[in-house]
């Protein structure tokens, strides 16, 4: 069968391996880190740094298409990868969502919403960036970020100094914060014949700045739903995108505002597993690989929780319940906000 390269063995790289051997394709993992949770259930796995370029070019002719779970992949990396195999999504799509400025320049280009935003290098461009959103606001790390890292809230303008030494002199992004009254995400995917399918707006909950559970329906009026998927669509189709993303959404009462997007399978489309025939790491590898897409059509409720640090003392008692679907990431040791695995649980009767 064809091979499947992917950059990242982390739970992401982890379940599409799963799903790529499930329609028969053989994986191959590059990965910086030693152990990582995919290479378990992957066929090959490439132990090497972004910067070895040799390694790059090895793993590139040893597949026939290269795919990623995570964003972070360094230019040169990609120069050498692109030049000898395709990647999707493509590298606009990467570049795009790597700096969190041009991805909300990006979105506004379209006529998105988003939070009033401006980037932020020194003190003094933090002051002038105040004056523009106001308080509260949130400075960002413009690269990097994840699961709320990298980010300070100001609160008044007195914890603007506290809040600039933060970024240890990273390129940050001030962003006006947003009086949402919740959280949902849509997991949207594009064919390569430009083809486009969602699944349901999930709700998202967030603890410590970690996601926490995803339930779907999310509180959604009609109108609000179709909104959400309508402007998914149009990102995914201005980045000629290919494969899965996650379009992360802030409910408000003037309608949705867009919080930030991701080029891969995202964590908040984990209950896609329980709630439809063909779920997001599926659909992500039938796009990457030229396939029909899954319709997206969810089948019952589901509600996502993901189990991080110690949360994994609850297995036992998760384990005796009989419509918790268990997912664990193999990791060997637990640390407190890792993320070692989520279950979902049906909740339609
Ligand atoms: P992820 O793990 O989803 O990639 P991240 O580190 O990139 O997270 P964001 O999604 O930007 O971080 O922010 C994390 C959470 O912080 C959001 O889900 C939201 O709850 C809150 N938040 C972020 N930006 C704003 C904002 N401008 N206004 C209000 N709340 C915000
Ligand atoms: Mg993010
Ligand atoms: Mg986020």
Redesign the pocket.
Known sequence: GATIGILGGGQLGRMLSVAAARLGFITHIFEPGANPPAGHVADRVTTAAYDDLAALTTFAHSVDVITYEFENIPTAALDTLEALRPIHPNRRALATSQDRLTEKEFLRSLGLNT?PFAPVDTAKDLQAALATTGTPA?L?TRRF???????ARIMSPADAPQAISDMAGAPALL????D?TH?VSVIAARGRQGDIACFDPGE?V?KD???ATTTVPARLTNAQATDAVLLAARILNELDYVGVMGV?L?VTPLGLIV??I?PRVHNSGHWTQQGCAVDQFEQHIRAIAGWPLGDGKRHCDVTMENLIGNDMDRLPEIAKEGNAAIHLYGKSETKPGRKMGHVNRITTS
């Open positions: 939070a949130i960002k970020g994840y699961d709320g890292k990298g980010q962003e006006g914060f947003v949402f959280e998202n967030h700045g970690i996601l992360e802030f919080n930030e991701a």
